[in-house]
């Protein structure tokens, strides 16, 4: 009833005449929504449930149980080790991100429960520069597998990013190998790891630490790649099939183990690790 009323009170012809930031236009369905609706189903569109980018400290509140989440490695910053300029210097650039966001860089790395199962968790946030990874993701990652597998607990990842970090050029690249790294040793305990992709998941992020999950899980609906359509397009000179890097099309060729909904994850996570660690503890 209120929505009905907020609904014909603000004539969504005239973008004036909508308070800034009550309501936002869903990129899927195109109709416009109530923001306090969306941030209740988990930034979800109440119209069409499309899966809106979410931030990673809201991620966190939402997948960890409350008062159990302890973050590692918060104050860790990148140098600037090729004084990369692009339109401007590289450590500008972080200081803006880092202004946008309230973040030091693009993933939050710590361990909670999870259902009550302990667990290591990274989750990426794309709004700090398209959650591109350099020597500050790469390594709060490692550490946190590191820790989770001295702790003999599941590591969970989060991937949201555009891939490798261009500023940090083959630096950033490394923490392919380094991740994978982790992993494995992680993988030789006996312990699992679950990686979940949400929209967009590409690059360099999804040839290492996000395709390497013994459970992998996507939010319907996500860019999942390796490189951009047209790329591979022209290299390859073959039409490419309908929607061939989303979640769906994946999930169908057997590259996906799960689609779940935002609103499912945190249970349906809970109950993998649950039969995952059965006996362990
Ligand atoms: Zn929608």
Redesign the pocket.
């Known amino acids: 009833m209120v929505l009905d009323r907020l609904r014909r009170a603000t004539p969504t012809k005239d973008p004036k005449k909508i308070p800034d930031g009550l309501w936002l236009k869903?990129p899927?369905?195109s109709?416009t929504?109530f923001k306090r609706l969306v941030e209740e189903r988990l930034d979800c569109?109440p119209?069409?449930?499309?899966h809106f980018k979410m931030p990673s400290g809201r991620r966190i509140a939402n997948l960890i149980d409350d008062g159990t989440w302890v973050e590692w490695d918060a104050n860790l910053v990148s140098g600037d080790p090729l004084g990369f300029v692009d339109g401007k210097p590289y450590p500008e650039r972080i200081k803006q991100q880092q202004a946008k966001t309230g973040l030091k860089d693009a993933v939050l790395c710590g361990t909670g429960t999870m259902g009550s199962h302990p667990v290591g968790l990274g989750v990426m946030d794309f709004e700090f520069n398209g959650g591109s990874m350099g020597s500050v993701v790469g390594e709060k990652l490692t550490r946190m597998i590191e820790r989770s597998t001295a702790a003999k607990m599941p590591a969970i990842i989060v991937s949201a990013s555009g891939g490798a970090r261009m500023q940090e050029g083959a630096i950033s690249l490394m923490q392919m190998t380094k991740t994978s790294a982790a992993l494995a040793r992680h993988a030789e305990k006996g312990l699992p790891y679950i990686s979940v992709l949400t929209n967009p998941t590409m690059a360099g992020v999804m040839a290492s630490y996000a395709s390497l999950g013994d459970v992998i899980i996507a939010e319907p609906k996500a860019l999942i790649g390796f490189t951009g359509a047209r790329v591979i397009q022209e290299t390859i000179k073959q039409e490419l099939p309908e929607g061939f890097q989303t979640s769906e099309f994946l999930f169908k060729h057997g590259q996906l183990d799960l689609i779940i909904n935002r609103q499912d994850m945190k249970a349906e996570l809970a109950r993998i690790v649950g039969y995952l660690m059965a006996g362990r503890r």
């Open positions: 869903c899927s369905c109709k929504v569109c119209e069409c449930n499309h």
